[in-house]
């Protein structure tokens, strides 16, 4: 059953519930009160009161770290014009212990602080303030009290300003614009919008007849029904990933909510919560819904893989420093394997865009030398490095790195298909998963991963062989002759010699050579290098892209060539032999009985 949203309705139906004993007059409830009077300038006056503080310096910090971000960040940059206040109002001292912490001293009993916080940002990670919206990603926004972890949390919009703005969050309502949390790991983990947000909002039964909410609001420049549409495409995705389970996890205060924004003024991004998302991009839905979509089913089907599905390594979540996870090739990996075909299953991606997917995909993970360095434990430890991470100094993770997200897909994709010809399904592994770890919530190891998979097979010595060769090592199954079995036929794309992924610049008659050479490139062998200078190739001077292009069209696939070229302005010649791109592409193959049968198991289709 789907209806449309109505604001009162909400408002009344959640104040009125007596889940919410906790919040309104509890003595030590922390409140942030925004003041939104400079918003144009994209700053906020926050002013923060924690009653009830203990005796001697009261610590505050502003997180370096936020909930599904794997990455360190320095939101503290952002906060300036600190002022502290005491038990008796009167102005007490404070100052700056750390590059996120501060001190306050001598308050008597009671901190107020006011502060200013800047963003002009606007994503899953980052908060975004402005003429048209606040969009709060809490942990960018808020400092903390540091002991004070188990408080109810307030938040509030002072009276009287942009009272034609409405909020979207899963913060709970408890009337006159504020809105609460029960602890500060709910209130980091409930992003919030607020602004002009169309909404509407479905229900989704399990099988023990328990009805959940699943909003969807959304900030956007399009009209009603694109919305409409887009509602109607997500309420397919939900259910077609209930049905992978077998059950939509219980949410806390009984509803999920999507936090959509899909205009200019706002950066690309999907971060999941255990109750919510934000699903961000500066396009629209008129144009790229069919895009955007991917982020709505990769985003909910963390509600149980990450969110539930937790690894022990992310546990206890630090807002101080980000978390190392060898598990992010099955956390985000297999939750990307999933996001694809649960827009196929649900009727949204064809099989044959489905084809062409994957053909990105698998090029990517296939010929990146990356794991002939790196596992997939390993990969997913660099995420601290690579995850909106942000450096100076130049790295070698052109040859050295797989992202995690391809990688650990293409490893659920290959384990999904090995099952199938064993007569399992993942879905059946990830039911399993979901029982014993999920629904229970105890944080999961690899090996807990390796023994379901055992179980669910009825051989633990295969499993282990699976993850010994796949997981341990960077092995990946034959891919091609598992994909052959639905249709979906892997082939060379290309036959002409070529040096993968080559990048080169053309500047006053010489030819220099861009970015990372891979090293699995034929030129990597000859001895180039980026900013290598190319001066001839085969016997032929090369001067210009069109004579390089002339020269490589010469060449004939296994045989060797020496090319010439300077490097920190030294002549040198290299001998390297010609090869044709690795490039693969899958070719759909409309249905033979046998491949057709099967891909309507796989894909849910009916041909
Ligand atoms: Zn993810």
Redo the contacts with the bound molecule.
Sequence with gaps: MRYFFLFTFLLFSLTSSAQLEWVPQHPGTITYTLDLANVQQHELRITVDFPAVGPGIFKVKMPQSSP?RYAQHNFAKNVYDLRAFGANGAAVDVYQQGIAEWAVAGHGGAVKLEYTLFANGGDGTYSGIDDRKLHLNMPASFLYGEVLNDRPVMLKIKDGQRSDWTVATQLVEVGNRAYAAPNYYYFFDSPTMVGTIMRDQFEVKNPDGKTQTIEVAMMHEGTQAQFDDYVKWTEDVVLAQQKVYGEIPEFDYGKYTFLCAYNPWIGGD?M?HRNSTICSASVGLEDYADRLIGTVS??FF?CWN?ERIRPASLEPFSFDHANMSGELWF??GF??YYDDLSLVRAGILSPEDYAKDLTGQLNYVLLRPGRDHRNAIEMSQQAPFVDAATANDPDNFGNTFVSY?PYGATIGLALDLTLRERGHTLDEVMQLIWQRYGKTEIPYHIRDLQLALGEVVGDQAWAKDWFANYVYKSDLPNLGALLDNYGFMLEPAQDTVSFMGLRLRETDGTLTVRGTIAENSPLYAAGLDQGSTITNLNGQAITTQASWDAAVGGLEAGKAYEIGFTQLGQEKTGRFTASVSPQMNIRFEEGKRKTKKAREEWLWVEE
């Design positions: 599904g999907g999941e990769h985003e963390h990450v956390a985000e939750t990307s997200y």
